[in-house]
């Protein structure tokens, strides 16, 4: 996982930049996506050509095919990895301008700030998510988007688990949690799966359960005892001097 913010936004996030409508990052992630997938073509047919142009500037010699085609190969090679570098950066760009800016009053601002059962709960957010998908797919249509569309559901899955760690675990003193909110916790992260599971339509179960999984563990670290924590945490400690790994800032 990338760290959870840079001040008060994630890593890879600039607010600068959110004066960009969300059809205008549709289209640039449409865009790419569809360069990616015209790729192929161009992989069919430019080296035959690339290297029938060589050879009749030569006059008819083979000499330089193997070396024609294998730079060719490598320059498609760097342009499918720049392509697909970008589009992640926008899908990722996408889904942390709706969770840290669009629904940021909701979410990273007011989700849990005066505790759970007494403030915001995540199911505001969580309906306003799916809105967000639908509106995505609106903006990403047809077969043409599909996989746009995947990807940008993904990102947005991954943004907003980072998100609801950031509030948990950095969101402020006003934010206060104990043993009886755990059930009204695992409530919420239940919300948050279905909204990308979309019963069994949206993202596969496999990769919401791993996007999931820090958030699980974190809920389930909660549910301890301050005792058991206090005792694990002195078993980690005294297993890594025992191996000789380094514990604390000092070493000590």
Not at 217 to 245: F, H, W
Request: aromatic content about 8%.
């Amino acid at each position: 996982h990338a760290p959870l913010h840079r001040g008060k936004y994630p890593v890879g996030f600039d607010a600068g930049g959110v004066s960009a409508t969300l059809p205008q990052l549709c289209s640039r992630l449409a865009s790419l996506h569809f360069l990616q997938q015209s790729l192929g073509n161009i992989e069919k047919e430019v080296p035959g050509r690339y290297v029938a142009m060589q050879r009749g500037m030569v006059g008819g010699s083979d000499i330089g095919d193997d070396k024609a085609r294998a730079w060719l190969d490598g320059l498609l090679d760097g342009a499918r990895q720049t392509l697909a570098s970008c589009a992640l950066k926008v899908a990722n760009y996408i889904a942390y301008k709706i969770v840290y800016w669009d629904l940021r009053g909701f979410f990273i601002q007011g989700l849990y700030r005066v505790g759970v059962t007494g403030g915001e709960r995540l199911t505001a957010v969580t309906s306003r998510l799916d809105a967000a998908l639908w509106e995505l797919a609106g903006h990403l249509p047809g077969p043409g988007g599909a996989v746009a569309r995947d990807a940008v559901a993904s990102s947005l899955l991954r943004a907003s688990v980072q998100g609801w760690l950031w509030v948990m675990l950095d969101g402020g003193p006003g934010r206060v949690f104990g043993a009886e909110d755990g059930d009204a916790l695992e409530e919420d992260l239940s919300a948050l799966r279905e909204v990308f599971l979309a019963g069994g339509e949206g993202i596969p179960a496999e990769e919401v359960e791993a996007a999931m999984l820090p958030a699980d563990r974190l809920l389930s670290v909660m549910s301890l005892s301050t005792k058991i924590v206090c005792e694990n945490y002195a078993d980690a400690e005294a297993r890594d001097k025992t191996r000789g790994i380094r514990v604390g800032a000092a070493g000590e």
